[in-house]
């Protein structure tokens, strides 16, 4: 049931778990923040103010995330799109339970900060510093759009450091396919790429173009309904003109 239509008793219990701290940097206190947060749809900026919680990734979807970075034991991370931090808490939830140090896990964002449509006023930041992963020190966060930040990483890192990868972004084909060209450059052999709200339009045609046109993936979980979750079996040896045997139509 949402924040609002709860008694005031309840929702001063809401508020304390999402206004309170974790410096022991329990993953079950994490997991408990974040359950709370999607139950009843509340957020609380950094004044403590509640607002209703929107555009955020749902329990499926952070169960197939907890899985494979069990599976692929996965130490470094890296997600596009960071909004209200949902799935940020389901990576500091790993982390924390993994007792990694230093920074492990990044996060691309440009809209993080400030007011308006389509910006975040902090609330993510502050929602992981609330559960003890600290930016900083347990993750950096890159203000400036994938298509940009993702080539400096990938010039800085190199090939084949990533563990797991999520793309949450910005959901327009090119856009999409930017993202996950250079999240697969920069995953290692048997690491995971997650693509989420495979239902819309741009991300199912990507999705048929990659599984038709990347021999080095291979799409893990066809059955899932909202995300795309891609496993990478090889380095990429396309030729050239690899292309011209893929079939375009997309729709």
Not at 118 to 140: D, I, M, T
Not at 189 to 205: E, N, P, T, W, Y
Not at 222 to 234: A, D, E, H, V, Y
Request: hydrophobic letters at 35%; one cysteine or more; glycine letters at 6%.
């Amino acid at each position: 049931m949402w924040y609002d239509n709860q008694s005031s008793e309840k929702q001063d219990e809401i508020k304390e778990i999402l206004t309170g701290t974790n410096p022991e940097k329990n993953p079950e206190i994490t997991r408990r923040f974040l359950h709370t947060m999607l139950k009843h749809a509340a957020i609380f900026d950094k004044s403590n103010r509640y607002h209703r919680l929107h555009a955020h990734t749902r329990d499926n979807e952070h169960s197939e995330i907890r899985k494979y970075l069990k599976q692929t034991d996965a130490k470094n991370t890296l997600e596009v799109g960071f909004a209200y931090g949902s799935s940020a808490l389901v990576f500091a939830e790993h982390l924390q339970k993994m007792k990694h140090s230093g920074i492990s896990h990044t996060i691309i964002d440009p809209n993080q900060f400030g007011d308006g449509e389509g910006h975040w006023n902090g609330v993510g930041v502050e929602n992981l510093r609330r559960v003890g992963f600290v930016r900083g020190k347990n993750y950096r966060l890159i203000q400036e759009s994938s298509i940009l930040a993702l080539p400096d990483l990938l010039k800085k890192h190199g090939a084949g450091w990533l563990d797991l990868a999520l793309i949450d972004g910005w959901h327009l084909f090119d856009y999409t396919l930017l993202d996950i060209f250079y999240c697969l450059e920069m995953l290692k052999v048997g690491g995971i790429l997650i693509v989420d709200d495979k239902r819309m339009k741009a991300i199912h045609a990507v999705e048929k173009y990659i599984v038709r046109a990347y021999p080095h993936i291979v799409n893990v979980c066809p059955s899932c309904k909202t995300i795309l979750i891609l496993k990478k079996k090889s380095a990429d040896t396309r030729s050239w003109n690899t292309d011209e045997t893929v079939n375009f139509n997309l729709t």
